[in-house]
């Protein structure tokens, strides 16, 4: 690119374009294998699914008995796709945190007996 450097002439422009084209490229090239190398498409626990999203690993079985979290089933165990999860939360799945406080609400009058 030390064309560039002493100024862009329509000369030297088609040669710029070319070094350009060749620095995106390989910039393409690291973010596909940063990306490819980041764990996205890993397999959680129902543990670590708990730490990654902070919440308690109830709330996820409440999440997933209502079909509310992508999730998968194995052998009695459930595993959860850390991009699949990151694309649930940037869907912005505000029902989840309603059905939260409901089920917050039902355990407490539980505890408590009948009264509200």
Known sequence: MHNLEKGLTLENLPMAISSLAEE?????ALLLETSTNDGADSLLTIEETSEFLHVKKQTLYSYVSQGLIPHHKKAGRLYFLKDQLINWIKS?????FDVEA???????????????
Request: charged share 50%; aromatic share 0%; proline share 0%.
């Open 92 to 96: 912005g799945n505000k029902r989840a």
């Open 24 to 28: 995106v490229k390989q910039i393409k």
């Open 102 to 116: 409901e089920a917050k609400k039902i355990i407490s009058k539980r505890k408590g007996g009948r009264h509200e």
